[in-house]
């Protein structure tokens, strides 16, 4: 290893460093990172105080991180990276639906609930029935599938957000789609939301002069046995910042409408008042290699 370290010898020698990581994978990792991070050195040459605005930032950023709060992958998300790496493992089929962002509010575990319950536990929103069938790409059912959903109250806020206003699960539900891959249950029409501004990548947004937004939407991961998984939302068509979305997730294909429905005789047929919004999804998911 050489001892020499200069501007000219520095990025060979930190990867020759890890020239014994075991793992070949982990060894090709730290090489490639080691010389784009160099790379980034060298062209915007930072000042030492600089550098330590930016030691500090990544540290106040780990601080910010809770057991409900994960600013790291907020700030994955506002660069890009979060989607870009959905975009580079969502190589699929034509056929099978696009993935997004994972988001900084899932929880491991959302409440099993029955098909066609309520994931709206405050019953303050405009209704709305979603529904949609679990498939694969070659339009086959897929019974059992699991569909996990979660989204913000009609205020744009999570359960996690205001734990003192929304119970525990509130605008969450897991549901196992039924002999013919369908799904359903009843909601709110969400909203249009600011990411959370008050740690360091709000401060980022700020420094930037980028709003903080994101359009209405909900979540969904889907998963079937045979099958690979996918993260996704729908989008609520017409909601402000589909265009400029914070963390870049919005894809054509997952913007869908929630159309209004005043039909007493529908209402009663999904159990809900009238009138309500109707939004459908389908999902369809490639088989594993």
Known sequence: MATDFTEETATAAVVESFENTPDPRLREILGSLT?????????????????????????????K??????????LSDVLGVSMLVETLNGRRAAAATDSTVLGPFHVVESPAREQGESIDLLGKGEPCVVTGRVVSVDGTPLPGALVDVWQCNEQGF??????????????????????????????????????????????????????????????????AAGHTPVTTHIFVAGSPYLESDA???????????????????????????NPFRLAN?????????
Do not use: M
């Not at 784009?36 to 601080?63: C, K, M, N, S, Y």
């Not at 894809?251 to 159990?271: G, H, I, M, N």
């Not at 999804?281 to 290699?289: Q, T």
């Open 65 to 74: 991180c809770d057991d409900v709060r994960q600013e790291f992958i907020l």
């Open 35 to 63: 010389r784009h991070l160099h790379d980034f050195v060298r062209e915007i040459e930072p000042t030492i105080e600089e550098w330590e605005q930016a030691i500090g930032f990544l540290t106040a950023t780990g601080h």
């Open 281 to 289: 999804f389908d999902i369809v998911l490639e088989a594993s290699s």
């Open 158 to 223: 999570y359960d996690v957000q205001q734990p003192d206003v929304q119970p525990p699960g509130n605008g969450r539900g897991l549901f196992t789609a039924d002999d013919t891959g369908t799904f359903r249950f009843v909601t709110v029409v969400p909203s249009h939301y600011p990411i959370p501004t008050d740690g360091p990548v709000g401060a980022l947004l700020t420094a930037s002069r980028r709003h903080p937004y994101r359009p209405a939407h909900i979540h969904f991961i889907a998963g």
């Open 247 to 273: 963390v870049f997730a919005v894809k054509k294909s997952l913007v869908e409408e929630f159309t209004a429905v005043d039909d007493p005789d529908r209402a009663a047929d999904f159990q809900v008042a």
